[in-house]
């Protein structure tokens, strides 16, 4: 299952969200677990790729 993550406008910590493509596309009702603000985005930080082949 996919985690998003989220920052918080107002206190600017990271909140991750675990849910499927299909919730997330049916929109998500989110909010900042350390001061419970609705005030957030869509954060994208770091990536991890995985592959079936040699990437060199």
Do not use: R, W
């Not at 406008?9 to 001061?35: A, M, P």
Request: proline residues 4%; hydrophobic residues 25%; glycine residues 6%.
């Amino acid at each position: 299952m996919p985690v998003y993550e989220y920052i918080c406008h107002e206190c600017k910590k990271l909140t991750e969200v675990k849910t499927s493509y299909e919730e997330k596309e049916k929109g998500l009702d989110v909010k900042c677990e350390q001061c419970g603000s609705n005030n957030v985005k869509q954060y994208f930080g770091n990536m991890i790729v995985t592959a079936n082949f040699p990437l060199h």
